[in-house]
C-alpha cells in the first residue's frame, strides 16, 4: 500500500532523543539524526503529508513550557529546511500521563490531525521509535512502522531508522 500521510514521532525518529529522564527542551539541543532530513525531503518530494505527533510530558512535569516546545519545533523546521525539507503540522500532547486522551498510546493526537487535514486514516502510516508510537498508530487504524535494532511483534515493519522506513514504504514493498 502507498501511504499519503506520514504521522512521524519527532524525538528518537527526526532529532536525537535526550538521555532518559530528560528532554529536548532548548533549540540548542536539536541534533537530526543522520538521514532523516533527506527522508523527509523524499516524503515532501512525492507529496506525501507529513505530521509530527510529539509527546511532551516535560510541559506538564514543568521542566519546559509550550513556548519551549515551540522555540523547538521552530528550529527543527529550521534545520529541515537547510535540506530542502519541511514537515506539513506538527501536533504536541503536552499533558501528564493519564490526563488527557491525545498522550501517546492513545490515539488522540492523530485523530486530531486526521479531523483538521482530511486524513484518510487508511492511507496512512505512524513513524516512531517507541512502542507507544505504535500502539497510538494501531489504535488509530494506521499502519506502523517501529525505529529499532528488534523486531517489533506489534509493528507492521521495523527498520533501523527513518530514511529505511521511507525507503521501505515509498516503494510498496
Known amino acids: 500500500m502507498l501511504f499519503s500521510t506520514y504521522f512521524l514521532d519527532r524525538d528518537g525518529t527526526i532529532n536525537v532523543k ?3 529522564g530528560a528532554y529536548v527542551a532548548t533549540p540548542e539541543l536539536v ?3 543522520p538521514g ?3 527522508a523527509i525531503r523524499r516524503l515532501n518530494e512525492a507529496d506525501r503529508l507529513v ?3 510529539t509527546n511532551q510530558r516535560g510541559v506538564a512535569r514543568g521542566l519546559m513550557t509550550e513556548s519551549d516546545v515551540e522555540l523547538v519545533n521552530a ?6 529546511a537547510e535540506h530542502g525539507a519541511h514537515v506539513d ?3 504536541v500532547c503536552p499533558h501528564a500521563a493519564d490526563s488527557c486522551d491525545c498522550r501517546k498510546p492513545l490515539p488522540g493526537l492523530l485523530l486530531e490531525a486526521a479531523t483538521d487535514h482530511g486524513i484518510d486514516l487508511a492511507r496512512a502510516v505512524m513513524v516512531g521509535d517507541a512502542a507507544s508510537d505504535i500502539a497510538a498508530g494501531r489504535a488509530a487504524g494506521v499502519a506502523t512502522v517501529r525505529l529499532a535494532a528488534d523486531p517489533d511483534p506489534e509493528a507492521d515493519l521495523t527498520v ?3 530514511a529505511t522506513a521511507v525507503t521501505r514504504t515509498l516503494t510498496d514493498r
Request: hydrophobic share 60%; net charge negative.
Open 18 to 20: 535526550a538521555p532518559e
Open 89 to 91: 503540522a506538527s501536533y
Open 51 to 53: 505530521v509530527v505527533v
Open 160 to 162: 533501523a531508522d527513518l
Open 31 to 33: 541534533e537530526l539524526l
Open 75 to 80: 528550529r527543527l523546521n529550521e534545520l529541515l
Open 36 to 38: 532523516a532530513a533527506h
